[in-house]
Each structure stands twice: as structure tokens, then as C-alpha cells.
């Protein structure tokens, strides 16, 4: 039987309680994108933000548009030169937790790790395995399941069964150290570099938007041609705002 989680509610708060207990920084938080476009919208972000994560609908279209970008790939083998940690993801309805794990590994975020954390050990690890050593690692690590099930239930509605069958996906955009930004998804056969991005960009510079937009309207399009992005949810890692 495939291992399950209860799938995580895109909620900044609970993204970013499940991130704290991983040992990610106080400084970092998670905050609601509501556009790519509205510079007053945008304001409201703290910048430079680290991460993009997704929530989308999976649609047929997309199933099919994955399997044949990927068919011809070979499997992605890490190592430590790579400069950005990816994990196939092998947990049913754990998307959410891969998402946090992509945004808070790599790029400019790991340097808010928490020494002797959670995170900061998944970091030493991570970087020595092999893509199903990874698998294996994060398959077999009790603190991971045991902060992911601390917050799968205090999203804002009624969490389902780990076991049942969720149609929403969370996917990864993160801009590593190296000023490359990448699309990170465990469901895909790798990394995904989408873009060389200038020192001072970040996720949501208009360098870096425009590949997440094209992501985004492919999809609404597969859904419907009239479709909005009523059905995505959107939030990036950045400082924490103090009230």
C-alpha cells in the first residue's frame, strides 16, 4: 500500500507552522499572492521573495501534457553538484510538504535554516543521495510524517482522508543560488530550469513571473477557455511581516 499523508490546505499560516517545525527561521513566512500583475497587490509581499508555490487543479490535460514532456527524460540521478535539491515525490497527498521542503532547501531560504533542525539535517543528507536514496530518506524519516500530521488539520476547512483521492497539486518555483529559476515538482522526472535570472531578481520579478503565468494559463485553459485563476492558489516565502 503507498504510503499516505492528509493533504495540507494552502493556507500561509499552516504552511508556515509546518516550515517553523521543520526548523525554518522566525524570519520567513509565507504570505497570499492574489496577483502577478497589480503592482499595489504586490506591495503587500515582502521582497526579495524566495519561493513561489502553486496550488492548481489536475486536469486530464495536464496528466497527459506531464507524461509526455517527461516520457523521453531519463531518470534524474542527484548529486552534489546539482546546486538545488529535488525529491520525487512517492507519499500520497504529501505535495504540500514536498513544496515546503523544495522552497525551504534550496536558494537563498537555506540560509534561514535552523542550526541542529530538522531541516539542517535533511540538508547535510539530501545532498550526498541519490534520487532513490532520497526517496528511501524522506519515505522513512518519522519527524517529517510527525510535522506534517501536527499541522494537516488545522487548515480552515475539514481535512479529508489521508487515502482519498485529491485533485489539487502543489508545485514548486524557486530561484537557487545560482540565479537559475526552477519549476519543482515531484511528480515530474526532475528539476525543471526554466530561466537564468539576474542577481537582484526575484520569484516575483517580471523576469520570473511570466514563467509562472505560462504555467498558469495553460492549465486554466485545460480546464476551461474561459477559465479564470479563480482555482489556483498562490503564496510566496518571504520575511515575516510583525504586527
Known sequence: MVKAFVPLESNPEVLTRLAASLGLSADLSFHDVYSLDDPDLLSFIPRPAFALMLVFPISDSYEQYRREEDKDKPVFEASPEDGVIWLKQTIGNACGTYAVLHSTLNGPAEDYIQPNSILSQFKADLALLSTIERVEYIENSKSLEAAHSAVASEGDTAAPDANEEVNLHFVAFVKSKSNVLYELDGRR??????????????????SAVPFVKRFMDREAEAVSPSASYLSFSLVALAQAIDF
Open 189 to 206: 522526472a526532475g528539476p525543471i530550469k526554466l530561466a537564468k535570472l539576474g542577481p537582484d531578481d526575484d520569484v516575483l520579478s517580471p
